[in-house]
């Protein structure tokens, strides 16, 4: 079942695209006033042939080196002022690297092969991008208007069972003393309850470890479900403190979408290479 997403839909969700040179974003509008650059990247706008034109952000497995820096510059154009990105090698675990100063920002996926592994990236530096890449799995960007905190973090099945939306507002705590009722979040596109799909080592394993699992799956065909991540992201979130009203969510499937999104589902197969699209935070 595809689902169509407006325009309308997305700024009731507190979302808009930012256009320029044919690069396009979705941005948080609740979160740019709590004062964070934001923005989640689309396919749109860049020199990768997956097929042409398409802005692919990391995966050096999946592109070359230069596309993707070429790519990383065109994105980074749609927020004024000058950017040290900030990621990691991300392995869908519940790790976070906290960035504490400019000189220590940088992209730990980069054509010299250097690995930072972790799947979210805090800080309140002045100048740090936080990003992190997806192509299905659930982006969420976090800021505190009161401390200038944020974080970006990737929020697959196995981050969203590892609870690192969780984790990363208690680091958020821990490090800058912020509360969780001042958090704004705003979860990007990925792929949604319309299409994601799983199998019964997914759904026993969410069953596991959350008593209210049930309500996170539809079934579909014997032993499979779809699976709804952005509830269980929000559900986890809303129990860490954070007030619904603050959480914004994309109204938009990265496999429904292709058009607009990579998804590693709807591509893998059919063309081999995926491009990768990224999820970005800083202080304004
Ligand atoms: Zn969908």
Redesign the pocket.
């Known amino acids: 079942?595809?689902?169509i997403t407006t325009d309308q839909d997305l700024t009731q969700a507190g979302f808009y695209w930012r256009d320029a040179d044919g690069v396009r974003a979705l941005v948080c509008g609740p979160l740019e006033d709590d004062g964070f650059v934001n923005g989640f990247s689309t396919r749109l706008g860049g020199v990768s042939d997956m097929p042409r034109d398409s802005l692919s952000l990391a995966g050096f497995n999946d592109d070359k080196a230069e596309n993707i820096l070429e790519n990383r510059r065109r994105f980074l154009k749609l927020f004024p002022g000058t950017w040290s990105l900030a990621g990691c090698w991300q392995v869908h675990g519940a790790d976070i690297r906290v960035v504490e100063k400019i000189e220590d920002a940088k992209p730990a996926e980069n054509e010299l092969g250097d690995t930072i592994y972790c799947d979210a990236i805090l800080s309140a530096a002045d100048g740090v991008l936080a990003g992190v890449k997806t192509a299905d799995c659930v982006p969420l960007l976090i800021g505190d208007p009161k401390t200038g905190a944020f974080a970006a973090v990737h929020a697959g099945w196995r981050g969203t069972l590892a609870e690192i939306g969780v984790v990363a507002v208690r680091r958020l705590v821990n490090e800058y003393n912020v509360q969780p009722e001042n958090l704004r979040v705003a979860i990007g596109a990925s792929?949604?309850?319309?299409?994601?799909e799983v199998g019964n080592d997914v759904i026993d394993a969410f069953t596991q470890k959350f008593p209210n699992a049930e309500k996170l799956f539809a079934p579909t065909r014997e032993g499979h479900a779809l699976i709804d991540l952005l509830k269980s992201n929000q559900d986890q979130l809303i129990a860490a403190g954070v007030r619904p009203d603050r959480i914004h969510t994309a109204p938009i499937?990265?496999?429904?979408?292709t058009d607009l999104f990579f998804s590693y589902r709807r591509e893998k197969s059919v063309n081999g290479n995926v491009g990768r699209l990224m999820a970005v935070i800083g202080r304004l």
């Open positions: 079942m595809e689902i792929a949604g309850p319309c299409c994601y499937c990265t496999m429904c979408r």
